[in-house]
Structure formats: structure tokens, C-alpha cells
């Protein structure tokens, strides 16, 4: 068994959304490297506690990845080194004894802090609620296979669909772009037949909500796709450029 | 109190078609004058909330994600269960309805489980409509696959992310709403407590977690979709902000609660690795598909997993289940890993865990047909306990995963308290004594789309309501006792934190009130979490502020309730005097060591009636009649 380390944390400590926060030192020993990273805070938390400071407020849930509360953007990468997860799927194995870790929130106009390591990620529920769905009532669907669905469209959708709506892709975008999440809902519904029949308004009304929104524009640095922890191709974006240019050269209002 | 279940007449096949007939309607027009709570946003209460959004009323949705799509149905893995037959493999409605009625260990209600079984169909067809990317074969056609307590290939999945994708339909089909203007979203809001005027749930206090403020909202009715409180255990599969404050608060309101010592333990998870452990993670049901589970022969075999022979291996589950093998239902999957590591054959360095292999599967079908399978679960068993399971069997071992005990509902899915439903994992309804795989998604999403909105407006229809606003005398009350309850929270100098007093009580729990149980240890685990209890009330602390983003302050509420909470999961667990499902008394058990159930003295729900505080819950018994299935030994030999 590998031996408990210590480490150096730099973290981002802000009291609200109108106050200003500050990067705070903390030293923390006898770390196990199996121990989940999150798990690593809970055990400061627990030890802020217990000498009377406020706990680092931060947002978790599931811990395996799938919920997307969680994330931070650790030594200046969203959800940190390892790729492909999320912060709650790193382990400490993956740092040296002795390293400093610095510790941030997702910084983007649109993900106001509201304390500490938790944003306000509203925004892109906005999005959705503008048009990332099929609109079908309750009884209204046909037997599940009055349309069967090519199979590499289905598998195309599904990648597009694992999308957990973390936000990393915003945090590292240097425009704090939202594309590649609005790229992703677009996509999975553009490439299946029950998504075809909504698929115009749709694009324009997404990518108009994320404009709406204060998001930057994409400009291809491909960041979002590196620290994506579903690894959603950045080619769902040139989909959903295709898909706003069908809406609007081919189809105009 | 009294126990109306309100099943309809007539035979089992028709009572629905004929219950939907005979309920009250409410006019279109009017619907929109009707304003319901919907209190979570997980399979459940999305579906609810799109379905009842879609007829016409006015929705309020209410939650404590800061986005309704993180709700803990989004990491169900595994499926969801339909009776569609597309293999053709023999699978019926009836077929359905009696694996899951004998996968409950017959101590669910016929009526509602036949109905979960008939609607089952239309949730494959809505989410297929919603653009739920389920896995499909070649030919465009969805793909099934198996899973436990069940000879039929019945299981709907996307992939290992059946609950995102699904979460993900009933999510979106709200978000279509919410741009319609029929529902309304709250975000970061924490049900605190229910307001009754009138003998009537009226409305709800929240604690807004951003804000801290504790706000009173009042409507018709109210529907309460928060899920079960396996987090009860400390650890669990449970997401980390899962809990049982809301339903809980209800029942000392009035709802009885049912079953509470029905509580599910998944064979198939990550084993626990230190202290420092925070939850634990299921590996999917799906997995014993092609995984084989086994143990050493002999307790001193101590050699690593790939140099044991086959002549040296147990492969106890198909041994002693030829039929069903790897495929037994979870309770009993449970029960016969404690069984092996209790006889000192466990593997794993605290001998806590079972293997199971994957090298016959890859040598069959090759390794890149389990990595399309199951390539996701691979990974994450890889990340988390830094072993490969293509080239070592994993460890797993069973763990806290999903309650089927929780506020008792009729028919209708409304509680003992008018104007109170409740809905998916919250209810104690179709799943009896154990769950099977795949059917709490094909329940949660069965309660929302397609039984409460029909069975809520039978009430509406029907009901009187006497003004109601959030300045009536009763929402004052119930708001202030909500404050006074966070001001002693806060006010207490304690010096131990909310976490410590939660891993206490999972100890005590996990430890007399588990997999297995006998009547001295449940009355030790009552005497400790009273102790427990009363010293969580001196000497908690809570950091912070109450009028600021404070997740301590969350959680130490949460803490508060499942204190109370774990009492009655022990009592209820004294009182059932046989062995049944996931609830096993060593008292009570054949032979061979299965579960022995008492079906004279024990064929019923146990709804228990809150008294006051400190006071003994009254006990009322709904009796199980079986009209269509005959009670039987559980076999899956």
C-alpha cells in the first residue's frame, strides 16, 4: 500500500456573488492516495470544523462522475489532470507527495460564484428550456419501434447525448464559450429521426438563448474537448453549425 | 388511522381500465386553476412534472440540485424493464407482473404491480419518442439484454447510462413545459416541512440554499418525488445529497410509513477501501451477464485470482442456483456473498469481497464485445481501485442501494394525508420485500407519466378547497417551527460535526440492522441510536451561517431526521418476524439457508403512524390478498 502524503492547497475562498474572494493556503497531512479528491475536502472541511472556520462550500453529489455537480478547476485545469472524469473521479494517487494544489471555480460571466467552489450554472438550463427536446406530450409516442434508427446514428446520438452538463467546457474555453454543451444537445437530437422535425427551430433557438446568455463565441481552440470528462467530440460542433446554417440559408423564416 | 388501499373491483387485468373510467375528470379549461407541488425532479417527479404540465395545470417544481437533471436517477446504470417481448423470448404482461410480484417476495400489492407491469410498454414508447438513445441492433430495432429474477430479456438500456438518458427524456419534457409556461422551477430549494389546512396537504416549506431563506408555497396538492434513504447507511450508492428530510417530515405530519425495514443491498459494488470513504459505487446488475462470481474453495487459498485453477474455485452462485446462476435476484445474491466471506472465503485484504471474473466472456466473445458492453463500468472499477478488470477479476461486494420501504400509498398513490402523493422510490409500493434490476426506473417513470396524472385529477375533481395562502395561520406555524428547528441546529456549541454523527449512526445500522438481523441485535441498534440520538442534540455542531449558501447546515437537518428514522427502520425490522426479500431475519431461515417467510402471521404491509416525539409508533397492518398469483417458496434453484 502506497503511503499517506501531504499537500499544499490553494484555495479559492469567496463569503457571495458581491464580494470579493481571495486564494487561501492550507496544509493537509496523512492524505491516503486511494482517498477520492473529493473525499480530500470532505476531510479539510471536517478539520476547518473543527477548529471553528467555515467549510469550503463546493458542489457534489453522485461522486462517479454522471450528476455533473461537481467541478473545479484544479492547478488551471477543469476537473484537473486526469482525463476523461470528473473532479469527483480523481483520486489523490494522481498527485506527488508534497505537491501544492491550486484550487478554483469554474470562472465564466455566465457561472456567477455564489460561494466559495459553487457557480450559479442557470444558464444552461436557459438553454435547454429554449429548445433542446422533442416536444411530445405524454401519450402521444407510436409503439418504440414505428421507427427503427440506423444504428451508427444511434451510437453518434448516444455520445453526443452523455453529456452531463458540468460545465467544464466553459470554464476552459479562453471565451467561456458554451458550444460544445449546446453542440451536444443539438447533435444528439439532429442525428435521430424523432429529433428531425424540430431540428430547425431548435438550432436557432439554442444558439440564440446562448448568445442571449453572455457565453463567448467559439473560435476552434478545442480546449472544451480536452477536459470534457464524457470526451464529447468538438465535431458536435461543426454539427451544430451545419444545422444553424441549414436553418438559416436553406430554410429562412 | 385507517388503511383504505382503494383497489378497484373486478379481475386483476381490467381494474385500471376500469378505475380510469370511473374517476372524475377535471375540465380542461379548469385544470390550469389547479396548482400542484411537485417536490423533486428525479425519474419521478420530471415525468409527473411534464405530464401534469402538458394536460394544462400549473406546476411548481421544486428541488435541491442547482438543475433539475442531477437528480440521483441519473446514475441508474443497468435498464429499464418492459413487457414489449421484441426477443420473443416468452415475455408477457403476466410475466412481468408475477417475476416482479415473486421478486418482491410477495409482499407487494398485486394490484399495483400488475398495473406498474401493463403501463411499462408505454414508457418504452415515450422515451423512444423523446429521443432517448436506447442501444439498438443492425436493423435499427432496440437490443434487451438480462437481468436478474428474470428468464426473459426484458431490459431497455443506453449503454451503462440508462438512468442519464431517461433522466434526461423526463427532463427535457419538463424543459419543454417550463417554455410553455405551464411549470415553474425552483432551483436549490430543500423541502422542509408540509403545511395541512383543513385535513388537506396545502402546501410546503422550503429552505431557499442559496439565500437561507425559508419560504412558504402553497397550492392544491402536492406531489412528492424524493426518492428512498439508503443514505440512512452512511455509505451507500446514494448520491451524497439523497436523503429522507422531506418524506420523513411528512410522516410526522401524518403519512404512514411503510415497510421501512425493507431495504435493499446491491451484490455487485466497489468494495470499501478506508475510512476516508465517503460512498460507494455500484458496479451494474448487467455485469453478471457475462461476469462469473466465485470464491476460493478453501479459506487459506491466498493465492491472486489468475493462479487459482478451476478445480479450486467456487462458483457458488451457480452452484447452488443452477437455473437462474449468476442471474439470482439481488437479496439472494447478497446473502450468499456474506455467506462465503462469512465462512472466511471472502478475497480482498480485509477478505470482504468476492471476485467477479470476466475471463471466460472475454475469451468467448472477445475483449472488445465486453468493452462495448461494459467498457464505461470497466473504466470507472480501473479509476477507483486502480486494478484492470480485463486482466484481474473484480472485487465486489454488496452494498447499501435502494429502499423499498417509504410513505405508504394507495392505489391512487396518494398517502394518509388527502392531497399528499407520492411518487417513485419515495412510496413503498411495487417492489414488495426486494427490488428486482431494471424495475425502479420503469416505476418512477410509471408513477409520473402515467398514473398520478390521471389518478391526481380524481381528487382535484372531487375535492373541495377552502382558500389557501401562504398568510394563513397554519403556513405561519409550520414555517416557524421549520425556523426554530435551524436556529437549534445553528445555536448548538457542540464538538462533533454532522458527518461523524452520520458514519455513527451507518455503523450501527450496516452492523444490526443489514443484510442480516436477529431480534437482540435489532434491540441493541434501537438503545444505540436513541443514546446516539440524544447526543446528537448536545453536541452538534454546525458551522456557519442559517441565512447563507451552508451545506453543513443541509446536511445536519438530514442527519437529524435519519436519527429518528433508523429507530423505526430497527423497530419495523423486530416486529417482522420472518424472512423475507432483502430483509432477513437469522431466526427465521430454511435448511439451505434461504429466506423463511411467515405468510400466516406476516402477509402485509406494516404502515406505521407517527405519535409525538419520543412516543412508540402506532402499527397498522394493510393486509396482502393474492387473488392471481399463488404464494410460494421463493425458488430460483
Not at chain 1, 456573488?17 to 496523512?30: A, E, F, I, N, W
Not at chain 2, 381490467?14 to 372524475?24: A, L, V
Not at chain 2, 389518478?455 to 375535492?463: F, N, R, V
Not at chain 2, 451545506?551 to 437537518?557: C, H, P, T, V
Amino acid at each position: 500500500m502506497a503511503k499517506n502524503m501531504t499537500v499544499y492547497l490553494k484555495i479559492w475562498r469567496q463569503p457571495g456573488p458581491d464580494q470579493p474572494g481571495r486564494m487561501v493556503d492550507y496544509t493537509l497531512q496523512d492524505v491516503s492516495p486511494d482517498m477520492s479528491f473529493l473525499e480530500m475536502l470532505d476531510v479539510l472541511n471536517t478539520q476547518l470544523i473543527a477548529r471553528g472556520d467555515e467549510p469550503v462550500e463546493f458542489d457534489s453529489d453522485c461522486r462517479e462522475g454522471i450528476c455533473g455537480s461537481c467541478g473545479m478547476v484544479i492547478n488551471g485545469i477543469a476537473h484537473g489532470p486526469l482525463k476523461g472524469v470528473a473532479t469527483c473521479q480523481l483520486h489523490m494517487r494522481s498527485f506527488d507527495d508534497g505537491a501544492t494544489i491550486v484550487i478554483e471555480p469554474w470562472r465564466a460571466r455566465s457561472f456567477p460564484v455564489i460561494k466559495d467552489l459553487v457557480v450559479d450554472r442557470s444558464a444552461f438550463d436557459r438553454i435547454i428550456i429554449s429548445g433542446g427536446y422533442v416536444t411530445v406530450k405524454t401519450g402521444q409516442a407510436p409503439d418504440a419501434h414505428a421507427i427503427p434508427v440506423p444504428r451508427p446514428d444511434q451510437e453518434k446520438a448516444m455520445d453526443a447525448a452523455a453529456c452531463i452538463g458540468c460545465g467544464a467546457c466553459v470554464a476552459a474555453c479562453p471565451n467561456a464559450s458554451a458550444a460544445l454543451f449546446t453542440a451536444a444537445k443539438i447533435s444528439h437530437l439532429a442525428y435521430l429521426p424523432q429529433g428531425r422535425v424540430e431540428a430547425r427551430e431548435r438550432a436557432l433557438a439554442m444558439v440564440r438563448q446562448m448568445d442571449a446568455e453572455g457565453f463567448g463565441n467559439c473560435s476552434n481552440h478545442g480546449e472544451c474537448e480536452a477536459v470534457c470528462p464524457k470526451e464529447i467530440s468538438i465535431s458536435t460542433i461543426a454539427k451544430m453549425r451545419r444545422e444553424y446554417l441549414k436553418a438559416v440559408v436553406l430554410n429562412p423564416e | 388511522m385507517k388503511l383504505d388501499s382503494k383497489v378497484p373491483g373486478g379481475p386483476i387485468q381490467e381494474k385500471w381500465d376500469r378505475h380510469r373510467f370511473e374517476m372524475k375528470l377535471v375540465n380542461p379549461a379548469n385544470k390550469r386553476k389547479y396548482k400542484i407541488l411537485v417536490v423533486g425532479t428525479g425519474l419521478a417527479g420530471a415525468s409527473a412534472a411534464a405530464t401534469l404540465g402538458g394536460l394544462g395545470y400549473d406546476v411548481h417544481a421544486f428541488f435541491i440540485h442547482d438543475s433539475p437533471r442531477r437528480a440521483h436517477s441519473i446514475a441508474a446504470q443497468g435498464g429499464i424493464n418492459a413487457a414489449k417481448n421484441y426477443p420473443n423470448d416468452g415475455d408477457s404482461i403476466w410475466r412481468l407482473f408475477y417475476d416482479t410480484i415473486k421478486g418482491g417476495d410477495y409482499r407487494a400489492r398485486e394490484a399495483n404491480v400488475y398495473r406498474l407491469a401493463q403501463v411499462a410498454n408505454n414508457i418504452i414508447d415515450q422515451c423512444v419518442a423523446q429521443g432517448v438513445p436506447f442501444a439498438r441492433e443492425y436493423g435499427g430495432y432496440l437490443d434487451n439484454r438480462s437481468f436478474g429474477g428474470a428468464q426473459v430479456s426484458r431490459t431497455f438500456y443506453a449503454r451503462g447510462q440508462t438512468g442519464q438518458q431517461l433522466l434526461l427524456g423526463a427532463y427535457s419534457a419538463m424543459m419543454q413545459q417550463v417554455n410553455a409556461g405551464n411549470v415553474k422551477l425552483y432551483p436549490r430549494r430543500e423541502m422542509l416541512d408540509l403545511v395541512i389546512k383543513n385535513g388537506q396537504a396545502r402546501g410546503i416549506i422550503c429552505r431557499n440554499l442559496v439565500s437561507g431563506e425559508i419560504e412558504s408555497h402553497a397550492g392544491h396538492a402536492v406531489a412528492l418525488c424524493t426518492g428512498g434513504y439508503g443514505n440512512l447507511y452512511y455509505l451507500s450508492t446514494n448520491a451524497m445529497n439523497s436523503n429522507a428530510t422531506a418524506a420523513w417530515r411528512c410522516y410526522k405530519r401524518g403519512a404512514a410509513f411503510a415497510n421501512p425495514c425493507f431495504t435493499q443491498i446491491h451484490p455487485t459494488c466497489i468494495p470499501v477501501s478506508g475510512d476516508h470513504q465517503s460512498k460507494l459505487t455500484l458496479m451494474s446488475e448487467s455485469l453478471r451477464n457475462d461476469g462469473r462470481v466465485w470464491v476460493p474453495k478453501r479459506a487459506d487459498d491466498k493465492r491472486p485470482p489468475n493462479q487459482i485453477p478451476e478445480e479450486d474455485r467456487d462458483y457458488y452462485l451457480e452452484r447452488r442456483y443452477p437455473s437462474f446462476g449468476n442471474l439470482v435476484p439481488r437479496d439472494v445474491a447478497s446473502r450468499a456473498a456474506k455467506a462465503v466471506c462469512d465462512e472466511g472465503r471472502g478475497v480482498g485484504e480485509a477478505g470482504l469481497s468476492v471476485y467477479l471474473d470476466f475471463r471466460d466472456a472475454i475469451a468467448r466473445l472477445g475483449r472488445k464485445a465486453i468493452a462495448d458492453k461494459y467498457g464505461n463500468l470497466f473504466d470507472m472499477y480501473l479509476r477507483i481501485t486502480d486494478e484492470n478488470p480485463y486482466e484481474v477479476p473484480m472485487r465486489i461486494y454488496p452494498a447499501v442501494h435502494y429502499t423499498m420501504g417509504g410513505l405508504w400509498v394507495d392505489y391512487n398513490l396518494m398517502s394518509t394525508i388527502p392531497g399528499l402523493y407520492v411518487l417513485g422510490e419515495a412510496n413503498f409500493s411495487d417492489h414488495g420485500a426486494n427490488r428486482l434490476g431494471a424495475s425502479a426506473l420503469m416505476q418512477g417513470l410509471a408513477d409520473g407519466y402515467f398514473i398520478l396524472p390521471y389518478t391526481i385529477g380524481d381528487y382535484l375533481a372531487g375535492s373541495t378547497f377552502p382558500t389557501a395562502t401562504v398568510e394563513d395561520d397554519e403556513f405561519k406555524a409550520t414555517r416557524q417551527e421549520v425556523l426554530d428547528q435551524t436556529e437549534r441546529m445553528i445555536r448548538n456549541r457542540g464538538n462533533k460535526d454532522p458527518r461523524t454523527f452520520h458514519r455513527e449512526l451507518g455503523a450501527i445500522m450496516w452492523d444490526y440492522v443489514g443484510m442480516a438481523r436477529n431480534a437482540q441485535g435489532l434491540r441493541e441498534a434501537i438503545t444505540k441510536i436513541r443514546a446516539l440520538r440524544e447526543e446528537y442534540w448536545q453536541n452538534l455542531k454546525v458551522p456557519g451561517r442559517p441565512d447563507s449558501f451552508n451545506k453543513y447546515l443541509e446536511y445536519a437537518g438530514r442527519i437529524g431526521d435519519y436519527m429518528e428514522l433508523g429507530e423505526l427502520v430497527a423497530m419495523d425490522a423486530l416486529q417482522r418476524e420472518e424472512s423475507c426479500g432483502g430483509h432477513f431475519r437469522e431466526e427465521y431461515q430454511t435448511e439451505e439457508g434461504e429466506a423463511l417467510r411467515n405468510d400466516e402471521r406476516f402477509a402485509f404491509a406494516a404502515a406505521w403512524e407517527y405519535k409525538g416525539p419520543n412516543q412508540k409508533p402506532e402499527l397498522h397492518r394493510e393486509d396482502l390478498t393474492f387473488e392471481s398469483v399463488e404464494l410460494k417458496q421463493r425458488s430460483y434453484k
